[in-house]
T-cell receptor, first 114, second 110 residues
Framework: DVKVTQSSRYLVKRTGEKVFLECVQD?????MFWYRQDPGLGLRLIYF???????EKGDIPEGYSVSREKKERFSLILESASTNQTSMYLC?????????????FGPGTRLTVT | QQPVQSPQAVILREGEDAVINCSSS?????VHWYRQKHGEAPVFLMI?????EQKGHEKISASFNEKKQQSSLYLTASQLSYSGTYFC???????????FGAGTRLAVHP
């Protein structure tokens, strides 16, 4: 059974803290994604990675960075958390290569920044 | 550019039908549909690759009209388990990524 796991389901941080969200997939997928989900806005792509150490900005990368040192792990970093980064964060993975494939999502991390 | 979904929300009684639309101002080469139940991760339903092709998942089917740059999701004889938010996603040419619509919330009541 395919799996994408995220390090925390709920997280509360203070403004200005550095925050790490971890995502691990066990499907040997090349592509990994970080989305942010807010009511009425759908799923917005923050960053994605198509290979180890490779990354591409998504639609809303400001205030975020990512790290992919191993194929199975993709980390989202909030360098200095702000209240407007309070949101649900979803990680996903998919096969790579030409074409766009089915994405498998993790359960999400609900981050609250106070 | 984010695809536009309509309606934003639908309320149904069990057994009723619904249609959810997804349209884009740009040329579409494929459309992906996902469903997210409350408190859960989004789950893939289907990909539509060809113009006019229909696909199915349970009693959920979809069509894709390239000329109209639109896809429609048809939920027939809805069940309580169909409740959730439905998202369409459209690929960005040259990239292995999707742009998702804002979602359509579907609530099915007994």
């Amino acid at each position: 059974d395919v799996k994408v796991t995220q390090s925390s389901r709920y997280l509360v941080k203070r403004t200005g803290e550095k925050v790490f969200l971890e995502c691990v997939q066990d499907m040997d997928h090349e592509n990994m994604f970080w989305y942010r989900q807010d009511p009425g806005l759908g799923l917005r792509l923050i960053y994605f990675s198509y290979d180890v150490k490779m990354k591409e900005k998504g639609d809303i990368p400001e205030g975020y960075s990512v790290s992919r040192e191993k194929k199975e792990r993709f980390s989202l970093i909030l360098e200095s958390a702000s209240t407007n980064q309070t949101s649900m964060y979803l990680c996903a993975s998919s096969l790579g290569g030409r074409g766009v494939y089915e994405q498998y999502f993790g359960p999400g991390t609900r981050l609250t920044v106070t | 550019q984010q695809p536009v979904q309509s309606p934003q929300a639908v309320i149904l009684r069990e057994g009723e039908d619904a249609v959810i639309n997804c349209s884009s101002s740009k040329a579409l080469y494929s459309v992906h549909w996902y469903r997210q139940k409350h408190g859960e991760a989004p789950v893939f339903l289907m990909i539509l690759l060809k113009g006019g092709e229909q696909k199915g998942h349970e009693k959920i089917s979809a069509s894709f009209n390239e000329k109209k740059q639109q896809s429609s999701l048809y939920l027939t004889a809805s069940q309580l388990s169909y409740s959730g938010t439905y998202f369409c996603g459209t690929p960005v040419p040259g990239y292995n990524k999707l742009i998702f619509g804002a979602g359509t919330r579907l609530a099915v009541h007994p």
